[in-house]
Nanobody, 121 residues
Framework: VQLVESGGGLVQPGGSRSLSCVAN????????IGWFRQAPGRERERISC????????YYGDSVKGRFTISRDNAKNTVTLQMSSLKPEDTAVYYC???????????????WGQGTQITVSS
């Protein structure tokens, strides 16, 4: 399984950005897919995830109300729409797949290579 992320870059505070991840060679139908992030000196944090089984979602407290996750099951793609971005959102963002859909990425089995989001003026 290969997870390919796109959409990283520099964003101004208060701005918006969309991240996408394609899960290549993933042959099962039900799984959960989402996003983690890791800032320098901090632990990797699960921020959002979605189940391909029933569409249930998870959002970390730090992003609730600002980030929205969606998926396209036919394309094995997940998108994270980020808005009202803050400097503290600066981190490397990783796509992840958990083969148990109900766990909502609590136990990732596959990781992407990461993409940098920098929020700065």
């Amino acid at each position: 399984v290969q997870l390919v992320e796109s959409g990283g870059g520099l964003v101004q505070p208060g701005g918006s950005r969309s991240l996408s991840c394609v899960a290549n060679e993933l042959t099962i139908y039900y799984y959960s897919i989402g996003w983690f992030r890791q800032a320098p000196g901090r632990e990797r944090e699960r921020i959002s995830c979605i189940s391909t089984s029933d569409g249930s979602t998870y959002y970390g407290d730090s992003v609730k109300g600002r980030f929205t996750i969606s998926r396209d099951n036919a394309k094995n793609t997940v998108t994270l729409q980020m808005s009202s971005l803050k400097p503290e959102d600066t981190a490397v963002y990783y796509c992840a797949v958990d083969l148990f859909a109900s766990r909502l990425c609590a136990t990732p089995d596959y990781w992407g290579q990461g993409t940098q989001i920098t929020v700065s003026s």
